[in-house]
């Protein structure tokens, strides 16, 4: 229904903030970009505004980022893609920041530029 997309791309736009919030909290390149329930996470500094700007992500980070998320039993792709679906609940998007966080913490050293 209309409500329920509505519904899910406030989510996503909430979700992605969350996330990039913890990029800014933890002072490492970090970033989740996209639109609405769609996302990519990005281990780079500064403004994405075309693939130019991903010249220098960190793909070691996202690779380990991949396979951490995937112990934690969160699917998303090894290019760092997600797409929220309407049966995820606001506890799923908390465990994922949780996560994300954790990661973060344990992995500073090695996302720092």
């Known amino acids: 229904t209309p409500e329920a997309a509505t519904a899910l791309t406030a989510a996503g736009e909430t ?32 403004k994405i505004r075309s693939h130019k700007d991903l010249a220098g992500r960190n793909l070691t980070a996202l690779d380990l980022f991949h396979l951490e998320m995937i112990a934690a039993s969160i699917y998303i792709t090894r290019r760092g893609y997600i797409a929220l679906s309407l049966a995820l609940s606001d506890d799923d998007h908390d465990y994922f920041v949780a996560e994300v966080d954790k990661f973060l913490s344990a992995n500073g050293s090695l996302i720092a530029p």
Request: net charge positive.
């Open 15 to 46: 979700l992605r903030a969350r996330l990039n919030e913890l990029g800014q909290k933890h002072g490492l390149p970090f970033q989740a970009a996209g639109y609405g329930s769609l996302m990519n996470i990005h281990f780079v500094d500064g």
